[in-house]
């Protein structure tokens, strides 16, 4: 059984932004993306801050964009409108989730598809649909991407996705049926009966459900790939936060039976992050060629 390095394979990622970085600032452009943060959720302010960090090692510059949980929709809008005329930003993020007044179908439809390095705009997920050139989804892009550095059949495999959201199963699954990819994939969601059942037939098995230890030893086919998305915070009164992460893989079980599996923290994290670095490159280089 091998662990994934998710860090390791990311760090290779970022070089290649950093050096892609460096060519553009000396033609002048700055890769810059602006982040939005409303309100002070703790997981949110980590997660912004690790991707700033990311950006700032990699050359980059971002521009950290902090409102209270009380801003209107409205002015959250027009915050937005405003970074998409501002021709020094090249990427736009706002962190989710969005307090509870705001609704997040308004603010992803507001940010320019050509900022959209989330890859959420309903134009982004038509043209990843389509095949069509597009920003695509950091986490499900990240997966398609530690699958295909290991030295495991992807084109043909039987592919279990356990989660359908927007953010990661439902994207996941039409990546890895793209032709270049040629999984077979089974969605399993909250209205499936026998989860076991889907589970123990994949080759890859990507569990993106939220729900600590969820996948059993007994869930998973000898052998089998697996890729942990969960990131789930369980109390721990030994640990120094009072909590630590987990994810939805049972790892002392399945570690058992898997062939190669993803730790939590240090695997499709580190992905997630690097794929957005590739996104704001890719987002200024595309501002400098038009
Ligand atoms: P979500 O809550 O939006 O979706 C969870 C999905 O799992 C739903 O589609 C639901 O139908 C399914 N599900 C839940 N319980 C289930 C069960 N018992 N059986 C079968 N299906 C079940 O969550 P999300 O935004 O997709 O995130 C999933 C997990 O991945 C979370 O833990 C999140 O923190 C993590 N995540 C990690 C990264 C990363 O970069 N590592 C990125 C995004 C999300």
């Known amino acids: 059984m091998t662990i994934i390095d998710g860090k390791t394979i990311a760090r290779s990622i970022r070089e290649d932004a950093k050096k892609r970085t460096e060519t553009l600032r000396t033609q002048g452009v700055v890769p810059c993306l602006a982040v939005i943060l409303a309100g002070d959720d703790p997981a949110s302010v980590s997660y912004v801050t690790g991707k700033e960090k990311a950006l700032a090692e990699a050359g980059m510059a971002s521009r950290d964009i902090r409102v209270n949980a009380d801003i209107s929709e409205a002015e959250l809008l027009s915050l937005i409108a405003a970074l998409n005329e501002d021709a020094a930003v090249h990427g736009i993020l706002v962190q989710l989730p969005l307090p509870k007044h705001i609704r997040e179908d308004r603010v992803i439809d507001a940010v320019s598809p ?27 892009n990240g997966i398609v991407r530690l699958l ?22 439902r994207p996941l ?32 098995l990507i569990a993106a459900a939220g729900k600590a230890g969820l996948i059993a030893g007994d869930m998973v086919k000898e052998g089998a790939v697996v890729i942990d998305v969960g990131v789930n915070r369980v109390s721990d009164i030994a640990a120094k936060k009072g909590y630590r992460l987990r994810g939805d893989v049972d790892f002392e079980a399945v ?9 939590v923290p240090g695997g499709v994290g580190p992905m997630t992050i690097a794929m957005l670095l590739l996104n704001v490159v890719r987002a200024a280089e595309k501002t400098r060629d038009a």
């Open 114 to 140: 050509q900022k959209d390095v989330d890859g959420f705009h309903p134009a982004s997920v038509g043209n990843m649909v389509l095949g069509r050139d597009g920003f695509l989804p950091c986490t499900p």
């Open 148 to 169: 295909r550095t290991l030295a495991v059949p992807v084109c043909g495999a039987h592919a279990v996705i356990v989660g359908r959201s927007n953010l990661v199963g």
């Open 173 to 204: 699954s039409i990546l890895l049926t793209r032709k270049d990819v040629n999984a077979t994939v089974t969605v399993c969601h909250t209205g499936t009966p026998d989860l076991a059942y889907h589970t123990r037939q994949a080759d890859i």
């Open 255 to 263: 570690s058992r039976k898997a062939s190669f599996i993803t730790p």
